[in-house]
């Protein structure tokens, strides 16, 4: 089918539906030139003194690299937090907002990007549950308590760009051990997780939806693609924003739109508009 029909016929489900759950992955942020680190050379070019060690993404973002290379752990997490803030969240975010705001009886945003562009965009604090963490909280290192808190500031170390090394890390306010991100790592059994967030999209799916939305997620974490398939098993039609018509290979939906996240949002907002 043509992608303006099904762009039509998308938009004609999203006027429709009354509670819908968006699940957003690595694509949706790309667009806002989030780097996904899952192509190796596009990490390996960000980060020179890592291709020198053969560190690579899975090696420096664990709990074994906090405490085993803690200046080049903490460096690549420095180095994401000051890329997520001088870059910001697209014009789809914003209409997600005004979908969950002006359009739907309910809604929820369940996302395995930890760039926080979401809450960032001014999504409502109880309608997301950011399942892989957040860049912009922190945690003990040692789990001295289950806590977590908020933390904005950018710097917040020091960061060697020519050896990727960080210095002048933050700590934790209780045991003043380091801190680390408050982030689901690689081998991470430490990650305190988010209660908070947890209950309300566990209250929220407790109620039957009647659309998902699957944004831009990889074959290599299939976390939101199982996700919508629970929903989808419960009668729910499912759209799938992805340029890679492979990302479809799990849900198998025949609304797929192999668009960029930002530009689907726009297309869809303006054919909603059209109705
Ligand atoms: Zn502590």
Not at 48 to 77: C, I, M, T, V
Request: hydrophobic fraction near 35%; charge should be negative; glycine fraction near 6%.
């Amino acid at each position: 089918m043509e992608t303006d029909a099904l762009i039509q016929q998308c938009a004609q489900l999203i006027h429709d539906a009354r509670r819908v759950v968006f699940l957003t992955s690595a694509g949706m942020s790309a667009d806002s030139n989030i780097p996904t680190f899952r192509d190796k050379e596009g990490y390996w070019s960000n980060f020179p003194p890592f291709k020198e060690k053969g560190l690579e993404a899975q090696d420096l973002a664990s709990p074994w690299a906090f405490r085993n290379e803690l200046p080049h752990a903490w460096a690549f997490y420095e180095w994401r937090r000051r890329n997520a803030h001088d870059n910001k969240p697209h014009a789809g975010y914003t209409i997600i907002n005004q979908w969950i705001d002006e359009r739907f009886d309910d809604a929820f945003i369940h996302t395995t990007n930890t760039d926080g562009y979401h809450l960032r965009s001014g999504c409502p604090v109880d309608k997301v549950k950011e399942v892989h963490g957040s860049m912009w909280r922190l945690q003990c290192l040692n789990v001295c308590s289950y806590a977590y808190w908020q933390e904005d500031s950018v710097p917040l170390c020091d960061l060697d760009h020519d050896t990727m090394k960080a210095s002048n890390y933050p700590t934790c306010p209780r045991c003043r051990s380091v801190a680390r991100p408050h982030i689901l790592m690689f081998g991470d059994g430490e990650y305190t997780g988010h209660p908070e967030q947890e209950t309300n999209f566990h209250a929220f799916a407790g109620e039957p939806v009647d659309l998902v939305v699957l944004v831009g997620s990889s074959g290599a974490v299939p976390t939101n693609d199982y996700l919508a398939l629970e929903f989808m098993r419960q009668g729910a039609p499912a759209i799938n924003i992805n340029l890679d018509p492979s990302a479809n290979s799990i849900v198998g939906t025949e609304y797929l739109l192999p668009l960029k996240g930002k530009e689907a949002f726009e297309q869809l907002d303006a054919a909603l508009q059209a109705l």
